[in-house]
């Protein structure tokens, strides 16, 4: 459902309506981000209180500098298999400088102006690159519902599942078998309510709901299931530097690493700004203001020896479809995250391993959309699906950064039938009636960024006529942001006369008119 935010040029809201609506919706995601910051920590191959950390970061500090006024950041799972290989391969101490390294290239990137190629990433590799995540967090957190860690690669985990799950005994409950129903309950009471909550409770997030309810079984029935390890004071959390630390970046596999991440975890975060955009109509994000605001937040991880952090879209969409109106909200969000660690730490320690487990295979299963990928069959023919799906493989069955590169090397193929008419000429003008913007060209992932600043430049309120007669082929990346800004442009209520399409291009505006 879209959202209004009247947080808008030139109208005057009251700073106290803006705080009430800002509070409510800074609970409703703190709600939403206790169980998640945990729960992709454990499946990062870290204890529960680095994501934690992550969380207040991105809440309080990412949140005041944000570019995007309704995002809000924190641990994401896009990062949380390529986090535990890291730990695995390289140990806990080389996650500090790695963060360090990845933010800088952020904050360099936007200082740079950068923001803007990242959006030109293909949304099959993108989509491809989580739901190849998804696999792989499902297959590891499958086995923490048991009380038993994930083995080394998607692969094993993947291959053990079966026969950890028919070594149950129902006759002979033991500790596997107690761990494995809290894991089920969890997930049942997670769905139970996102299916049936009355609408007076809609903003009670249930993967809350699920962790309690585990947690209430296990304390209740007092169990004897692994729990959540956290310690007394956050700050015996924040890692100190330790001897060696500015040595690693002489590692080649640190600067790998740290390229790595910046590149995913800027992606990410630029996509997932680019979906909040959809969701309201106020503020629009400054992607290069936001990219710096990332660098910031993950160099500051990277000092506390804590998780990466991402724009994650399951809090920011919470945090709009609560009331949001500013960054406040995140801001405020943080803040409850570390009050509530500082104050209650023994609370935390009675949520049993299994309960956190079950709310990330849920995660996990969430990602591997399907519908997405007919979403791209029916809008845009057999090749993005291929991209998507070899993306999906390639992560699953190598690593994250590799299947990436497959799938940004197959986006190439679509520029094959064009070698000889590459370019995009935009013409602009108008007047204080009417703006005029002329596409004549191929409109290619090479050119996006040219084509979205072009389209973001045109004044709001103002008519646009689009021309797009000129225009001989558009790629997919193109045509799904030229559809998106068309359905964002018309849903503000701007008027946007589209002549001359033909072909891909007359579909997708045909679709963005409704």
Same mark, same amino acid.
């Given at each position: ?57 991105? #809440?309080?500090? *990412? @949140?005041? $500098?944000? !570019?995007?006024? /309704?995002? =809000? ?7 949380? &298999? ?123 997030? #249930?993967?809350? *709901? @699920?962790? $309690?309810? !585990?947690?209430? /079984?296990? =304390? ?7 729990? &959540? ?127 956190? @487990? ?157």
């Amino acid at each position: 459902m879209k959202h209004e935010v009247i947080a808008r040029p030139g109208v005057s809201v009251p700073s106290r309506q803006f705080f009430a609506r800002d509070l409510t919706a800074s609970i409703v995601v703190f709600l939403v981000a206790m169980p998640l910051c945990m729960g992709i920590a454990v499946a990062s191959g870290v204890s529960p209180e680095k994501g934690l950390i992550t969380g207040i970061i991105g #809440g309080i500090v *990412v @949140g005041m $500098l944000a !570019g995007s006024p /309704l995002q =809000v950041s924190g641990p994401a799972a896009g990062l949380a &298999v390529i986090v535990y290989e890291l730990v695995r391969d390289q140990g806990l101490s080389a996650l500090g400088p790695i963060l360090l390294l990845a933010g800088a290239i952020q904050l360099a990137a936007g200082i740079f102006r950068l923001g803007g190629w990242f959006r030109a990433i293909s949304p099959a590799v993108v989509h491809g690159m989580l739901a190849g995540i998804g696999v792989l967090i499902v297959a590891g957190q499958f086995h923490v519902l048991f009380d038993a860690k994930p083995l080394p690669s998607g692969l094993q985990n993947l291959s053990a599942a079966p026969a950890r799950l028919f070594g149950l005994s129902p006759f002979n409950l033991q500790a596997t078998e107690i761990a494995f129903g809290i894991g089920l309950a969890t997930i049942a009471a997670m769905l139970a309510w996102e299916k049936f909550r009355p609408a007076s409770l809609r903003l009670l997030p #249930g993967a809350l *709901v @699920g962790v $309690l309810t !585990g947690t209430l /079984l296990a =304390v209740a029935l007092g169990l004897d299931v692994a729990r &959540v390890q956290v310690p007394a004071s956050i700050t015996a959390a924040i890692a100190p530097i330790a001897a060696g630390f500015w040595a690693q970046w002489l590692n080649p596999s640190i600067l790998t690493a740290a390229l790595a991440i910046a590149f995913i975890a800027s992606a990410e975060t630029l996509l997932s700004a680019a979906a909040v955009d959809k969701m309201h109509d106020g503020v629009r994000t400054d992607y290069n203001k936001e990219l710096r605001a990332q660098g910031v937040g993950n160099m500051l991880c990277g000092l506390a020896g804590s998780l990466p952090m991402t724009g994650v879209i399951v809090r920011s969409s919470a945090n709009v479809q609560a009331g949001a109106v500013t960054r406040t909200s995140a801001i405020m969000h943080g803040a409850w995250i570390l009050g509530f660690v500082a104050l209650l730490p023994w609370l935390l320690r009675e949520i049993p391993m299994a309960a956190l @487990g079950a709310i990330l295979v849920v995660t996990g299963f969430r990602l591997v959309s399907l519908d997405h990928a007919r979403h791209l069959a029916r809008d845009h023919g057999l090749l993005p699906v291929l991209i998507w799906a070899a993306t999906l493989v390639t992560v699953v069955t190598t690593d994250l950064l590799t299947g990436v590169l497959v799938g940004i090397a197959l986006t190439t193929l679509e520029l094959v039938p064009h070698l000889s008419r590459l370019r995009l000429r935009v013409v602009e003008g108008g007047d204080t009636e009417r703006h005029a913007i002329a596409l004549n060209g191929t409109a290619t992932f090479l050119t996006l960024p040219k084509l979205s600043d072009t389209l973001d430049r045109a004044p709001a309120g103002t008519p646009v006529a689009l021309d797009v007669s000129g225009l001989h082929a558009a790629d997919h990346t193109s045509a799904e942001m030229l559809r998106d800004w068309l359905q964002r442009r018309r849903q503000a209520g701007g008027s946007v006369d589209v002549t001359g399409a033909r072909g891909r291009i007359a579909t997708l505006t045909a679709a963005a008119a409704h």
